[in-house]
Structure formats: structure tokens, C-alpha cells
């Protein structure tokens, strides 16, 4: 028996959430992991709540993303991805069980809660970097910009840039969090309300290149926005799925939209984004993003994450 939060549907369509004790049974075929660590995102919260449509297969354990240790060999791992908490039961308990070639082993220098404080916000705030990195985007064209920077995928981004020596602008609708954002490595606070509003089809040019989490208006104004061959690396959508936007900033600006999906991707590319989260996360900035919880905390905050009321990254210590 392992300990677990499961989420659970009757026959009216009524969900409950709940910690209990399940069955090793209950397991998948798979490599079992011994969790140590796994997080609350997003998609979490909103399985939680059950605020949409996450869950695909009931009963299920939500979670997401988690870091702990094989059985079989005793190694560190980490997962992010491919369905975990959705359709294959999740990291937010005791125990998980996923196929081999969905597991990344830790770099050295991480510990399994660096990890899980990185998590999958962290690891696509990485990707997301890449992904400008590959369309060159760099520190001596301009400022970058990140949206929902108080959030996990932007305080990540903001960490990693800064370091990277680029010039961040944070959009964040909390000026409460200014500080925490500049001890982030933020040298502008960006208010969220001059982003949110209908955009117009070629703005002022203000950035070089920008990594949104928000979708909708926001994208919209922030393409507008974008320098000439810029780009923006698109991983969220806080703000909704629609993009009321027009072709003008690709074909007269050469602005380039980079879709990120995090869930699906190969093997290879998650270990180069491990290696490069190891090497370019400054450790006390993760430190101050950081915020851990035992296992019992989870449900309380799923209204939270929803409602943008979370700062940072919330580490779940699944055995506490």
C-alpha cells in the first residue's frame, strides 16, 4: 500500500478528491518509481477542481510531473509529461509506474526537491528558451519578455534569461510581486492590463523576442509587439485558447510564433533541457521561487493556482 491523492467519478458525474491509501496493484506496467517529490501545476489544479476536462481515465492519481528514485536500480529520475495525472496515473503519491523511455535521469548536480521544484513549469520555461535560442534571439538584440512572470513557467524563464545575461521585462497582473520579479533577475515590470486588451495589428516595437504563458489578447498584443524577426515562444494559455491576432506582424515584421508543447517531446531534447537547467538555474534563485508542502496541502490549493494567487513553484513532499 503507497499513500496518494485519487481522484474519483460516480455514476452522476460528481468527482471527489481525496488522500488514500492504494494497492501497489493499482500500479501500471511500467519502471516503479519511489516518489520523493512531485509539484502542483495548472493542469493540476484544474483536474482538481475539476474545472475541466483533464482526467481522461478514472479512478486517477493527479500529479502531473514528480523526481524520486527506480527501484530497479536505485537511480534519480524525473518525469514531465506524456499524460501522467491525465490518462496514467500521476506523481502526486507515494509511488508511480511509467514506461522506461518516459524517464530522464537527474543530472548530477540537482538534488530529486531541485528537481521537483523545477518540475514540468521549469522544464518548459527551458524548452521555451531553446526555442528562442534556436530562432536567434539573443541578449544583445533586445529585451525579452515573459508573461505570467510570477507564475512557475515565469519565474523560471526569468531566472534562466537573466542569467543568460538577456535584458527580461516581467508582465505580472501582481505589482506586489515587483520585488520578488526583480530578485528573479527582472529589470522591467510590464502591468498585465496594458497587454490584456484587444491588440492592435502592428504595435510599437518593444521586444526582441518574449516566452508567453497567458494566450489570447495577450499573445496578440505581445506579437504586435515584437521586434523585426523576432520571435515568442508559446507554452500557456491562462488567459484563454483563442488568438484574436492578424498575419501583419509574420509577413511585415517577420515576427516567428513558436508553439511549445512540453508533453510529447523526444527523449533526447528532455535530457539537453535537463542538462541546460542544471548548468543555467541559478540555485538560490530556485530557492526563492520555492515553496514546499506536504501531501495533505494539495486539494487547499487547487482554487489557488487557478485563480493566479500562487507565486512561484509549489514543491509537494508526497511522503510528509
Not at 497587454?195 to 521586444?207: D, E, I, S, T, V
Request: proline share 4%; glycine share 12%.
Amino acid at each position: 500500500m503507497f499513500r496518494a491523492l485519487l481522484l474519483q467519478k460516480d455514476d452522476a458525474g460528481s468527482v471527489t478528491a481525496a488522500l488514500a491509501d492504494v494497492n501497489e496493484s493499482m500500479l501500471p506496467e511500467g519502471v516503479v518509481v519511489d516518489v520523493e517529490y512531485s509539484t502542483i501545476n495548472y493542469k493540476d489544479g484544474l483536474a482538481i477542481a475539476n474545472a475541466s476536462p483533464i482526467v481522461r481515465s478514472w479512478p486517477m492519481i493527479p500529479g502531473i510531473d514528480f523526481a524520486g528514485r527506480r527501484t530497479d536500480t536505485g537511480g534519480r529520475v524525473v518525469l514531465n509529461g506524456w499524460g501522467v495525472g491525465e490518462s496514467h496515473l500521476g506523481g502526486l503519491a507515494q509511488k508511480a509506474a511509467v514506461p522506461e523511455g518516459w524517464l530522464v535521469e537527474l543530472p548530477a548536480s540537482l538534488s530529486t526537491l531541485q528537481a521537483a521544484a523545477i518540475g514540468t513549469a521549469g522544464y518548459t520555461s527551458m524548452l521555451c528558451v531553446l526555442a528562442l535560442e534556436a530562432h536567434g534571439v539573443t541578449p544583445d538584440l533586445g529585451p525579452v519578455l515573459v508573461t505570467g512572470a510570477a507564475g512557475g513557467v515565469g519565474s523560471v524563464a526569468v531566472a534562466i534569461l537573466a542569467q543568460l545575461g538577456y535584458e527580461v521585462h516581467a508582465s505580472t497582473g501582481r505589482p506586489e510581486e515587483a520585488d520578488y520579479l526583480h530578485l528573479l533577475g527582472a529589470t522591467a515590470i510590464v502591468r498585465r492590463d496594458e497587454l490584456a486588451g484587444p491588440a492592435r495589428a502592428l504595435g510599437k516595437m518593444r521586444w526582441a523576442g518574449a516566452i508567453d504563458a497567458v494566450g489570447s489578447h495577450t499573445l496578440a498584443n505581445v506579437l504586435s509587439m515584437t521586434h523585426e524577426n523576432g520571435c515568442v515562444a508559446a507554452c500557456g494559455l491562462a488567459q484563454g485558447m483563442d488568438l484574436p491576432s492578424s498575419v501583419a506582424p509574420f509577413i511585415l515584421r517577420g515576427v516567428t510564433l513558436a508553439g511549445v508543447n512540453s508533453v510529447n517531446v523526444v527523449h533526447a531534447k528532455r535530457v539537453e533541457a535537463w542538462r541546460r537547467l542544471a548548468s543555467d538555474l541559478p540555485v538560490e534563485k530556485l530557492d526563492a521561487m520555492t515553496t514546499v508542502v506536504p501531501l495533505d496541502a494539495v486539494i487547499g490549493l487547487a482554487d489557488d493556482i487557478l485563480a493566479g494567487k500562487v507565486r512561484g513553484r509549489i514543491v509537494v513532499d508526497v511522503n510528509a
